[in-house]
């Protein structure tokens, strides 16, 4: 079954969010917060906790395909197979939601990539070929609709649906039928302003491809990854298209409970690992010069110009 990715003009201009309930504060992302569940913060959750929620398996997907509204600021690292089969790439990213600046380096055997963000216009040069762009660079976030709903009957509380309008009508589910049997996609921009990190701090496509037929995916359980409290979900590939195109059957996914990040993927082909995504270290941040993103935003982009001298 093939893909095909929606963008109705209201997706390229703006995201409209159904908004009611709680605003989204500054401090999300930090672990310890306490939700009427159980009385227990987010880091204390157990698998007998999640086996108890009826909901939580819309509530991790949700999660996923609007992480970016679980957090201000992050930065880290991970390797990845996505790039290039059979290699780990390394990528390296800080990322500052709410003012709109990124920082990523990619590093493989052909990649040596640096790229900014900052102040709606992307710097990006590639050492390994002499690439350098400069160009203008829109940003897509309103601030004014960033916002979280909070569900107390889930892990994940905060991971309601959420709508687009499409200039007619709000639209709730991010993955439809077409009128011609295909599955259509209706994608969010992306506000992380970054080309390879989004695929752990906003893993919107790995959801939307793998997550939204909740029959073919289970809870596998309940684990610490890198001081995060994570949900470990697995389950089958059931698009040929999609399993060709990651090389893999069967996948097993580790998700940040509070913010949907995903930390840690594999995928695996007649049982062989085929594919993996590993988060090696990251750190949630609030907003503000304070994270010393920006600073280093600046610094990341005298070293391209330097090197494009």
Same mark, same amino acid.
């Given at each position: ?84 089969? /059979?290699?780990?790439? !390394? ?6 939601? #709410? ?33 350098? &762009? ?16 909070? *569900? ?37 921009? *992306? ?11 906003? #893993? ?10 909740? *029959?073919?995916?289970? &809870? ?19 698009? #040929? ?12 996914? !580790? ?11 594999? /995928?695996?082909? /007649? ?39």
């Amino acid at each position: 079954m093939s893909r095909k990715k929606l963008t109705p003009i209201c997706l390229i201009l703006a995201l409209v969010i159904c908004i009611s309930g709680v605003a989204f504060a500054s401090s999300a992302g930090k672990q310890g917060t306490n939700y009427d569940n159980f009385g227990k913060a987010v880091d204390e959750y157990t698998f007998s906790d999640l086996k108890k929620i009826s909901n939580v398996k819309e509530n991790i997907y949700n999660s996923m395909i609007n992480s970016v509204d679980f957090y201000d600021a992050v930065e880290g690292s991970f390797t990845t197979t996505f790039i290039r089969a /059979g290699e780990d790439v !390394t990528i390296d990213f800080k990322v500052d939601i #709410p003012q709109q600046v990124a920082i990523e380096s990619v590093r493989g055997s052909i990649e040596n990539l640096r790229s900014v963000c900052m102040d709606e216009m992307l710097y990006s040069y590639n050492a390994s070929n002499d690439d350098y &762009i400069e160009c203008y660079y829109a940003s897509q976030l309103d601030s004014s609709e960033r916002s979280v709903k909070l *569900d107390y009957n889930a892990c994940l509380p905060h991971a309601q649906k959420m709508a687009f309008f499409d200039g007619e009508k709000a639209i709730y589910d991010r993955v439809v039928t077409m009128a011609d049997g295909e599955r259509g996609y209706y994608y969010r921009p *992306d506000i992380t302003n970054t080309a390879y990190a989004s695929q752990c701090i906003f #893993p919107q496509s790995l959801g939307m491809a793998l997550l939204p037929d909740m *029959d073919n995916w289970e &809870i596998s359980g309940v684990r610490q990854c890198l001081g995060r409290q994570a949900v470990v979900i697995s389950g089958a590939v059931t698009d #040929p298209d999609y399993a060709k195109k990651i090389s893999s059957d069967s996948f097993e996914m !580790t998700v940040d409970m509070e913010t949907g990040v995903l930390l840690e993927f594999k /995928g695996f082909s /007649g049982g062989e690992l085929t594919q993996h995504i590993e988060i090696k270290n990251i750190h949630f941040l609030s907003s503000g010069a304070d994270n010393g993103i920006r600073s280093a935003a600046k610094s990341a982009l005298n070293v391209i110009n330097h090197s494009t001298k």
